[in-house]
């Protein structure tokens, strides 16, 4: 039996390559008789468009082709809902909307084309405070809709204006947390193509293969297994990839002039083009007896959706369900809404809703226990969830909970005691008994600098939430003649960074017995690979681990 590889540091699978340049990230493609692609974005929030006139465009040396709304068969995608048009013929619904994409033999000829392409627009009233999306007099982001309200979800539990009767301090504050860009390394990139079984190739780097397949061969009016998405490497993700950004507008490119097309987007484009995390305005009131327990907890959750569906839904879902905290408390309500707007569209971003909730549930946590002069520590390890703990909404915490193990570790860590049950900070981050605060008013001329140290808690979802079904996909192909000489790993699982192939590996390795250098991982090609779901949500090395052992 060969040592087990769960839980060593071993050298990744893709380590080498990477480190001597072997690896090829979507930046880097190329094909013979290759085209370039420019997008032209709208770079205005909402607007009629009147007339688009590609004329000098197309008579511009090198310009092969220009591509409208006229020309997607089927004008619509989406990751959760297909209201996002490939190119937008209509109405224009936010700056980075795609209005035409620009085809030539160079970039160059590309970008001068793109330049001379002609829109003229009639602008539209833009929604742009979140505030205001739900009143009367609100201009609608989707004229087909009856609203701006896009989700809404509420969890009670217990009674909460009891809860409040029963509090000996309340604190009521609003807070706000705005976009926030993924900024990874590696902007987006892409090259798509016509392979020799007529199948339409798209290479580049994602979340979700088998979703980008789908949303592509709807827009295209393809069956699925006529279009292939290929992933190589990502330089990052975080949540920015999970949604479509290049592929469909190369698909289609390649798909009308059968011939491969390649795009890199600037960071200026990057920005512009894929969705942000979404900023919440959050409204709590929070109350506490003098014991030090929670007594009621009310939230109100208004999320900017920007102007299309992406993930919101789900996402507003994860912050109803976390807006509480990782705290028991009998009396709770949340209630949240994502609206349209005009601005730029929300999507996945690292800790998918927590984030923002929690940064709200713990300024409250920290200011009652001021308002009630308790150690913050203290006051959490009085409320932090046990085994017996019983969520916002109503169901049991899976067994065994940890969260007061670890906030006592950590607490520890930083620097404080626990002296029966009363938590006070006696060292600080390099082992020394803490006096007074050091003042140095000489750094700054009429002020004095002190140091401080903070303490939060929160959790989040391992895998999709919110009533979301689970699933991935692993085979195992056994090949050799009185042992395994080889195996093939087939899992179509995305890894932008994190090192889940590494993982999946060392699952198949530990549960067949078997050194790694025999393993075989096909993980990039849709047509080849089954779906594993997105990479997303901490969910991989759970999932695929579970699928694979």
Not at 92 to 119: C, H, M, N, P, S
Request: net charge negative; charged share 25%.
């Amino acid at each position: 039996m060969t040592d087990r590889l769960i839980g060593q540091s071993i050298p990744r699978v893709d380590a080498l390559d990477k480190v001597t340049g072997k690896t090829l990230y979507p930046g880097d493609l190329s094909r013979p008789a290759m085209l370039h692609m420019k997008v032209l974005f709208a770079r205005r929030p909402h607007a009629k468009i009147n007339n688009i006139d590609t004329s000098e465009a197309l008579e511009n040396p090198g310009v092969v082709a220009v591509l409208t709304a006229d020309d997607v068969p089927v004008n619509e995608y989406g990751l959760m809902e297909s209201d996002q048009p490939a190119l937008c013929g209509d109405v224009v619904r936010f700056v980075g909307d795609k209005v035409a994409v620009i085809i030539g033999e160079t970039a160059q000829a590309a970008a001068e084309g793109r330049d001379l392409v002609e829109v003229a627009y009639e602008d539209l009233p833009a929604l742009t405070d979140p505030r205001r999306a739900l009143d009367d007099d609100a201009p609608l982001v989707h004229a087909e809709e009856s609203s701006n309200l896009l989700a809404s979800y509420r969890i009670c539990k217990g009674a909460v204006d009891a809860g409040f009767a029963q509090a000996d301090v309340i604190v009521e504050a609003e807070y706000q947390t705005p976009h926030q860009e993924h900024a990874f390394l590696q902007p987006e990139a892409g090259l798509a193509y016509v392979d020799d079984e007529g199948r339409i190739v798209i290479e580049t780097a994602g979340q979700w293969s088998h979703d980008d397949r789908h949303q592509i061969a709807h827009a295209l009016q393809l069956p699925e297994d006529q279009v292939r998405v290929v992933y190589k490497y990502a330089g990052g993700a975080f949540g920015g990839r999970e949604d479509i950004s290049v592929q469909l507008v190369l698909a289609l490119a390649a798909f009308k002039l059968r011939r491969p097309v390649k795009i890199i987007w600037s960071r200026e484009e990057s920005i512009i083009g894929h969705h942000k995390r979404h900023p919440y305005i959050i409204r709590a009131k929070w109350g506490a007896n003098r014991d030090g327990k929670l007594t009621a907890i009310q939230m109100d959750l208004l999320s900017d959706a920007g102007a299309y569906a992406s993930s919101s839904a789900p996402v507003l879902g994860n912050a109803t369900v976390t807006a509480s905290g990782p705290y028991e408390c009998d009396n709770i309500h949340v209630d949240g809404r994502a609206v349209y707007t005009n601005n730029v569209p929300a999507g996945a971003f690292r800790g998918f809703g927590s984030v923002q909730v929690e940064f709200a549930a713990e300024m409250q946590m920290s200011k009652l226990a001021e308002e009630l002069g308790m150690n913050p520590v203290e006051f959490r390890m009085r409320n932090i969830y046990r085994d017996d703990s019983i969520q916002a909404t109503g169901a049991p915490l899976p067994q065994p909970v940890g969260a007061a193990r670890v906030l006592e570790e950590t607490a520890k860590a930083a620097g404080w005691a626990d002296k029966d049950g009363s938590w006070k900070r006696e060292m600080d981050d390099f082992g020394r008994k803490i006096r007074n605060p050091k003042r140095r008013p000489e750094l700054v001329e009429g002020s004095e600098i002190r140091n401080g140290v903070g303490f939060a808690c929160g959790y989040k979802n391992v895998g999709y939430s919110f009533g979301w079904d689970e699933k991935a996909t692993v085979t195992l192909e056994l090949h050799g003649k009185g042992e395994m000489e080889e195996v093939v790993v087939r899992a179509g699982a995305s890894d932008v960074g994190q090192g889940v192939h590494t993982v999946l590996a060392q699952f198949v390795a530990d549960q067949l017995e078997v050194p790694l250098d025999r393993l075989r991982l096909v993980t990039d090609d849709s047509a080849v690979a089954p779906e594993t779901g997105s990479c997303s949500a901490s969910r991989l090395t759970f999932m695929l681990g579970n699928a694979a052992v």
